[in-house]
């Protein structure tokens, strides 16, 4: 059970175009969604905590209008690269807690690996 | 974002014997730790987890020990096997924060066969 699965997988795309990332659990449903970027060799970063039915709260230093998060339903959260640059090029993961339980695990989907040429 | 530190300290053991990782945490509020393993191009395992009000949990092969005292986690792997080569991190929940999970720096299991 709590599987969280991620699409896709693989990305690469042209400098300046948007990337959308899908985040959904598949056997619980999540009132909050946690979107993480890594760098290689480097810790899982907090970028944003995605909100069902509301907007999502972005940590320090992460620009909201870059990176567009949706959760529109229990089950599922967008994220949207806009107008991606070289530098956004990451291991972008997101993971998510079953309702109500905030002292819980969070299960993390298998992440998406972006590259913007 | 935020993150503990941006090192990846690593740890070669031989296979059979015990493993220890070791890590600190920042926030004398958190209230939860978690141990993941992440393997490499995929996202984080959940391994174990502690709450605050112990010092100690133990799982299949796994122990982990928790002492606040000084804001320090640890992870022990019994027996550790070449299966167990990965990245493993600590996280730490403020529950005041609305559950988010911060990540420590991790640390790189090698174990030779």
């Known amino acids: 059970g709590a599987v969280v699965s991620q699409h896709p997988s693989r990305v690469i795309c042209k400098s300046g175009t948007s990337v959308k990332i899908e985040c959904r659990s598949l056997?619980?449903?999540?009132?909050?969604m946690f979107w993480y970027r890594q760098f290689p060799k480097q810790s899982l970063m907090l970028m944003a905590t995605?909100?069902?039915?509301?907007?999502?709260?972005?940590e320090q230093g992460v620009e909201k209008d870059k990176f567009l998060i949706n959760h529109a339903s229990l089950t599922l959260s967008t994220l949207t690269v806009t107008s991606a640059h070289p530098e956004d090029s990451s291991f972008y993961i997101c993971s998510a807690r079953a309702y109500r339980k905030n002292n819980s695990p969070l299960h993390f989907g298998n992440g998406t690996r972006l590259t913007v040429t | 974002g935020e993150s503990v530190g941006l090192h990846l300290p690593t740890l070669s053991v031989q296979e059979g014997d015990n493993s220890i990782i070791n890590c600190a945490y920042s926030n004398s509020a958190s209230d939860y730790f978690i141990w993941y393993k992440q393997e490499s191009g995929k996202g984080p395992q959940f391994i174990i987890d502690?709450?605050?009000?112990?010092d100690k949990r133990q799982g299949q092969r796994v122990t982990v020990l928790l002492n606040k005292t000084v804001k320090h986690l640890s992870l022990q792997i019994a027996a550790t096997q070449p299966g167990d080569s990965a990245v493993y991190f600590c996280a730490e929940n403020t529950g005041n924060q609305g559950g988010k999970l911060i990540f420590g720096q991790g640390t790189e299991l090698s174990v030779k066969p």
């Open positions: 056997d619980f449903q999540a009132t909050t």
């Open positions: 502690i709450r605050s009000n112990m």
């Open positions: 995605s909100n069902e039915g509301s907007k999502a709260t972005y």
